[in-house]
């Protein structure tokens, strides 16, 4: 029985020292590069008007290693749409962090209305949805609505508040809507046809993606 026991612990011990040895010098602690943007993540400019990047910081294991970040992407101010910076770190091991900022550039003249606020929505011909839509204003004129399908999958359906179309838009001193950039499970989406009635703040659109559409209507409650 000694025997047997001697046995066991010359064995462990034997499979510890290889462990050991198997994994000297793999293991070592690496510091993540803390990378943030200084100014907002979403912002607009007028067409014509120089985009100023903002700037950013990055520090890793309490060094300022900004003047490693590269930035990809850049800002045409001379054609309205969305677009979109992205800035990475790569730490001493080789671990990236990135974030990105969305720049809208939109036409020097736009609408002055105040489309803030919460709207009902409905797909036509479907049942409606309460507190369907929230608009938010950024600036320049430039709208972040939450739900461009007027919650039709996020409330009727009940998908759940991930299946939105969430859309960035301005609107032209004609009052029609014009979509900067839309995000949805999807993909995404055309918005068509857009116009917004200011005297019973509406909001009329298409939806449209790959040869399928419907439209909306969002009121404001």
């Not at 990475?88 to 002055?112: I, M």
């Given at each position: 029985m000694k025997i047997y026991k001697y046995s066991l612990i010359l064995v462990s011990v034997l499979f510890l020292f290889a462990c050991e040895k198997e994994t000297e010098g793999i293991s070592r602690v690496t510091f993540y590069t803390d990378l943030q943007l200084k100014g907002p993540a979403e912002m607009s400019v007028k067409q014509g008007e120089a985009y100023v990047e903002p700037g950013y910081i990055a520090i890793e294991n309490d060094e300022d290693v900004t003047d490693k970040v590269q930035v990809n992407g850049s800002v045409n101010t001379n054609t309205p749409g969305a677009?979109?910076?992205?800035?990475?770190?790569?730490?001493?091991?080789?671990?990236?962090?990135?974030?990105?900022?969305?720049?809208?550039?939109?036409?020097?003249?736009?609408?002055?209305a105040d489309v803030t606020g919460t709207y009902k929505g409905q797909r036509v011909g479907r049942a409606e949805a309460a507190d369907a839509c929230v608009i938010t204003s950024l600036s320049n004129g430039v709208f972040k609505a939450t739900d461009f399908f007027g919650g039709f999958y996020n409330l009727v359906v009940g998908y759940g508040s991930a299946y939105r179309l969430l859309t960035y838009f301005y609107i032209t001193p004609d009052n029609e809507v014009k979509a900067l950039s839309t995000n949805s499970p999807w993909g995404p989406w055309e918005v068509r046809n857009g116009i917004y009635k200011p005297l019973t703040n509406v909001f009329t659109h298409t939806v449209y993606q790959d040869g399928f559409s419907f439209n909306v209507i969002l009121t404001k409650q």
């Open positions: 677009y979109r910076l992205s800035y990475v770190a790569t730490n001493l091991d080789g671990f990236k962090k990135t974030v990105d900022r969305l720049v809208f550039v939109v036409p020097s003249n736009v609408s002055t």
